[in-house]
């Protein structure tokens, strides 16, 4: 088996589990990982749930379609993330539901959406800015979230959801797993007195885990 068959059946595998616990839905979510010449992406109007790796699109390096269905309408969401993060080796978008809810909040910090709830969320994803709504397919929306890819691997869409850059596959889903669920008590503990890390906890934690 060759190693591109190998991503392809991984990307398949990674894509039910997301589905399947709910964290995307109907045709939404994508998924791309960066192979010897080009990338591997999920197609236009597939189901995380239930993607034929033999349709897996392939793209070569300038982002033209070489075989497979047809590639996710957001494609630029990703390859703006590719040739702005060099070391970037998968990417991951999803609508997961408390991130979007967390992304539609007025009054959050732009340049840093969540606090600092947990170590793993700071470990994972760190800072996470939002980037202003567009809708979706508009070429500002790709502007934007370039602007911010060269010093973020993950961003928070406005009314839309995260896009999230890793060294792995794995690290990409995991990273915006880590997102989706500190997003949640982010929403329970809303109302709540909470002590959040401190920034010398924060610091410690960037100091032992550089991203
Ligand atoms: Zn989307």
Redesign the pocket.
């Known amino acids: 088996m060759t190693s591109e068959s190998k991503m392809r059946d991984k990307i398949t595998y990674l894509a039910k589990s997301i589905y399947d616990r709910g964290l995307t839905f109907g045709s ?1 979510g994508n998924i791309s990982v960066r192979t010897e010449d080009g990338w591997l992406m999920t197609p236009s109007g597939s189901t995380m749930g239930n993607l034929d790796p033999a349709k897996i699109s392939k793209l070569g390096n300038e982002g033209n379609h070489v075989s497979g269905d047809k590639p996710t309408k ?1 494609a630029f969401l990703h390859v703006a993330m590719y040739e702005e993060r060099m070391q970037t080796g998968a990417v991951v ?1 999803l ?1 997961s539901t408390h991130s979007v809810a967390v992304s539609c909040l007025a009054g959050i910090d732009e340049s840093n959406v969540l606090p600092p709830i947990t170590a793993y969320y700071v470990m994972k994803i760190g800072k996470l800015p939002l980037v202003p709504y567009f809708p ?1 397919g508009d070429l500002d929306l790709a502007k934007a979230v370039r602007e911010m890819a060269s010093e973020h691997h993950a961003v928070l869409l406005a009314n ?2 995260p896009v999230v850059a890793g060294k792995s596959l794995e690290s990409a889903v995991y990273a915006t797993e880590e997102l989706e669920e500190t997003a949640k008590l982010f929403l329970l503990l809303r109302n709540e007195k909470t002590r959040f890390l401190t920034p010398k906890q924060v610091a410690v934690l960037q100091d032992r885990f550089p991203s």
Do not use: L, N
Request: hydrophobic share 0%; proline share 14%; glycine share 14%.
């Open positions: 939404s957001e978008h609508h979706p839309h959801g």
